[in-house]
Nanobody, 122 residues
C-alpha cells in the first residue's frame, strides 16, 4: 500500500500560477511513476501530466502543454506540478497517482491521493 498525499491548490485568477505537490508517505517516490489527473464536476477524470521513474520521461495532455511542468525533487521525496497561464477551464480537483508504469489511463493506476481543489477565476 502506498499512501499518496497532495498539497497546494487553491484559488487563483486567470493568467496566474499555482504549484501543487505529491508525496508518498513511507515510500521513495523516485522508484515510481507519478501522474497528475484532474476531474471537473460532471466530467471524467482526465490525464494532465506524468513522469516515469528512471529516465524521468514526461508526458502532458495537449491542453496543458507549454503551460504545466511536472518535476521531481528527490531530496524532498516529492513530485510537483507547476501550473502557469492558468485558465478557468483548468478548474478541477487535481489528483496525484502513483504506480510502476506511466500511462494516461486512470484505471491503470493503483494508488491515489485524496485530491486538491484548483479554482481559476475569470
Amino acid at each position: 500500500q502506498v499512501h499518496v498525499v497532495e498539497s497546494g491548490g487553491g484559488l487563483v485568477q486567470a493568467g496566474g500560477s499555482l504549484s501543487i505537490s505529491c508525496a508518498a508517505l513511507g515510500r521513495t517516490l523516485s522508484s515510481y511513476a507519478v501522474g497528475w489527473f484532474r476531474q471537473a464536476p460532471g466530467k471524467e477524470r482526465m490525464f494532465v501530466a506524468g513522469i516515469s521513474w528512471g529516465d524521468r520521461t514526461t508526458h502532458y495532455a495537449d491542453s496543458v502543454k507549454g503551460r504545466f511542468t511536472i518535476s521531481r525533487d528527490n531530496t524532498k521525496n516529492m513530485v510537483s506540478l507547476q501550473m502557469n497561464s492558468l485558465k478557468p477551464e483548468d478548474t478541477a480537483v487535481y489528483y496525484c497517482a502513483v504506480d510502476t508504469y506511466l500511462t494516461m489511463l486512470p484505471e491503470r493506476w493503483h494508488y491515489w491521493g485524496q485530491g486538491t481543489q484548483v479554482t481559476v477565476s475569470s
